[in-house]
């Protein structure tokens, strides 16, 4: 059984930064793909940006492309997500998944773990 636990959520001004992590424990994840998405209040779950199992391919949604940076370290076990230059309207309660194959996807019927999430506000 994968157990994800997000942390790094909190309060930020519009223009600031925040690193999201997530740790992942019962198993290696190196050879999964690793997703992160977030949900709005009212809102359905969206796909923000996944990574390949070894690390070198990304994808991300246009609303985040160069703004958000998703990365790995397989020797952790670990999952990252740089936020800069936040809007309001990235506003939403953060998820980290993992996805049993290593190919990337972007769809959350594709992901068979998923963390607690964490909390971020954009202030304006």
């Known amino acids: 059984q994968v157990q994800l636990v997000e942390s790094g959520g909190g309060l930020v001004q519009t223009g600031g930064s925040l690193r999201l992590s997530c740790a992942a424990s019962g198993r290696a994840l190196s050879n999964n793909a690793m997703g992160w998405f977030r949900q709005a209040p009212g809102k359905e779950r969206e796909f923000v940006a996944t990574?390949?199992?070894?690390?070198?391919?990304?994808q991300y949604a246009d609303s985040v492309k160069g703004r958000f940076t998703i990365s790995r370290d397989n020797a952790k076990n670990m999952v990252y997500l740089q936020l800069n230059s936040l809007k309001p309207e990235d506003t939403a309660v953060y998820y980290c998944?993992?996805?049993?194959?290593?190919?990337?996807?972007?769809?959350?019927?594709?992901?068979?773990?998923w963390g607690q999430g964490t909390q971020v506000t954009v202030s304006s």
């Open positions: 998944a993992a996805s049993p194959g290593s190919w990337l996807t972007r769809s959350i019927n594709n992901y068979d773990y």
């Open positions: 990574i390949h199992g070894s690390g070198g391919i990304t």
